[in-house]
C-alpha cells in the first residue's frame, strides 16, 4: 500500500538526506516543497538518483503564502522542515528569518490540522526555544524536554530563529489541542554531516582551515552535536512510534565537547598543525547546550550510531582534503 509522505524545506541540509532516506522505500511517494532553484538541483542528485524519480513530486510553493497552501496534497504524513536558518541570518536578516519560518508553518499546519487522511505531522523544531533559559540556570543541562522555554533578551535579533521554531511548537499543540490533529515536535541539536552548507561550526572551521586559517568564536562554549544519518533515523523512529505522538522529543547526543575540543579533534583528523585564534562568541551565543535524550534512547529506543571522530571524518574527506592527510583520531 502506497504511503504519501510531504516534506517541506526538502532541498535543505536535513531535508534532501530525509528525501534520500523515504525513498529508498518503494511503497513511498514523496512531496517536495522548495525553490525551483533547489528543487532542480536535487532530481537525478545523489538524493533522488534517477531510478527513483518517478516516486518524487516537486512542488514549488511558497508556503509564505496561504493561497499556495491550498495546492498542497492529501497525504498521510508531513515533515515541516522548511525555515530559514543559519547563525549568521539570524543577525543579518531577522525579519526575514521570522516572517517566513513562522508563516509557513502556520499556513502548513492550517492545510493539515483538519485532515481526515494526516497520520502524523511532524514539526522540527530547535534547541534554541529554550538556549535562553539554560544560561541562566546551567544546572539544566543536559536539557530534558520539560524545560521552561523562552528568551531573556527579547531584544536580540538572535530569537528570530527560535522565537520562529517556538511558535511554531505552541501552534502545533494548539492545532492538536482543538482539532486533534495528530503531531510530534523534534528539537535537533547540532545536526551536522557532509553538505550542510557553511554557516555551521564544524563545515565553516573546516572550509577555513583549508587555507591555513584556524579561526574560532567561542571557544569556550559547549555543544553536542550528533550525525544527519542518525538524526534522520532518530527522525522516523520519533514519526513512527506511539509514544512519540502529540509530544515534544529531543533529539542530539548527550555527549558534550567545547569548541575548541572539538577544532582541535577536526585539525587532527585533518592532519593540520597550527596555531588557533580565539573571537567571542555572537552576543546571545549559548554557552552550554546539551539534550536530556532519556526519552529518545529509553522509550522510543533509538541511540546514535555514528562517534563524533567518524561523523567529523566523512565531513573532512566530503572537502575533499587529500587521505593521506587523515590521521588517528582522539
Known amino acids: 500500500m502506497t504511503t504519501s509522505i510531504l516534506v517541506t524545506g526538502c532541498g535543505g541540509f536535513i531535508g534532501k538526506f530525509l528525501l534520500k532516506d523515504l525513498l529508498l522505500d518503494p511503497e513511498n511517494v514523496v512531496y517536495g516543497v522548495d525553490s525551483k532553484v533547489k528543487l532542480s538541483a536535487l532530481v537525478k542528485s545523489e538524493y533522488i538518483p534517477e531510478e527513483v524519480c518517478d516516486r518524487f513530486v516537486p512542488l514549488n510553493l511558497d508556503l509564505s503564502k496561504q493561497s499556495d497552501c491550498l495546492d498542497l496534497p492529501d497525504v498521510d504524513f508531513v515533515f515541516?522542515?522548511?525555515?530559514?536558518?543559519?547563525?549568521?541570518?539570524?543577525y543579518e536578516i531577522p525579519w526575514e528569518v521570522f516572517y517566513h519560518s513562522t508563516l509557513t508553518t502556520i499556513n502548513t499546519l492550517h492545510r493539515y490540522n483538519l485532515s481526515?487522511?494526516?497520520?502524523?505531522?511532524?514539526?522540527?523544531s530547535?534547541?534554541?526555544?529554550y538556549a535562553s533559559v539554560v544560561d541562566q540556570s546551567p544546572e539544566r543541562c543536559p536539557t530534558n524536554e520539560r524545560v521552561p522555554v523562552g528568551f531573556y533578551d527579547v531584544t536580540n535579533p538572535r530569537w528570530s530563529y527560535g522565537g520562529a521554531k517556538l511558535a511554531g511548537e505552541i501552534a502545533a499543540f494548539a492545532a492538536g489541542h482543538q482539532h486533534d490533529m495528530p503531531f510530534s515536535i523534534i528539537r535537533y541539536h547540532n545536526v551536522y554531516g557532509p553538505d550542510m552548507g557553511l554557516d555551521h561550526v564544524i563545515p565553516d572551521f573546516i572550509n577555513r582551515g583549508k587555507s591555513g586559517l584556524f579561526e574560532l568564536y567561542g571557544a569556550e562554549n559547549?555543544?553536542?552535536f550528533i550525525y544527519i544519518s542518525d538524526a534522520i533515523e532518530a527522525t522516523l523512529a520519533v514519526a513512527k512510534s506511539e509514544e512519540g505522538l502529540n509530544r515534544v522529543v529531543h533529539v542530539g547526543s548527550m555527549d558534550m565537547i567545547t569548541i575548541e575540543l572539538l577544532a582541535k579533534k577536526i585539525m587532527l583528523i585533518a592532519g593540520w598543525q597550527?596555531?588557533?585564534s580565539h573571537f567571542s562568541a555572537p552576543t546571545g551565543s549559548t554557552l552550554n547546550r546539551c539534550p536530556d535524550t532519556t526519552f529518545l534512547n529509553s522509550v522510543i529506543g533509538f541511540s546514535p550510531k555514528i562517534s563524533l571522530d567518524e561523523g567529523i571524518t566523512r565531513v573532512v574527506q566530503s572537502h575533499n582534503l587529500p587521505k593521506n592527510r587523515i590521521v588517528n583520531q582522539i
Do not use: C, D, P
Not at 80 to 90: K, M, P, R, V
Not at 126 to 129: A, D, I, K, N, Y
Open 80 to 90: 515541516h522542515l522548511a525555515a530559514i536558518n543559519g547563525t549568521s541570518l539570524f
Open 116 to 124: 481526515s487522511r494526516l497520520k502524523r505531522f511532524i514539526y522540527t
Open 126 to 129: 530547535s534547541s534554541e526555544v
Open 222 to 224: 559547549q555543544r553536542s
Open 274 to 276: 597550527g596555531e588557533i
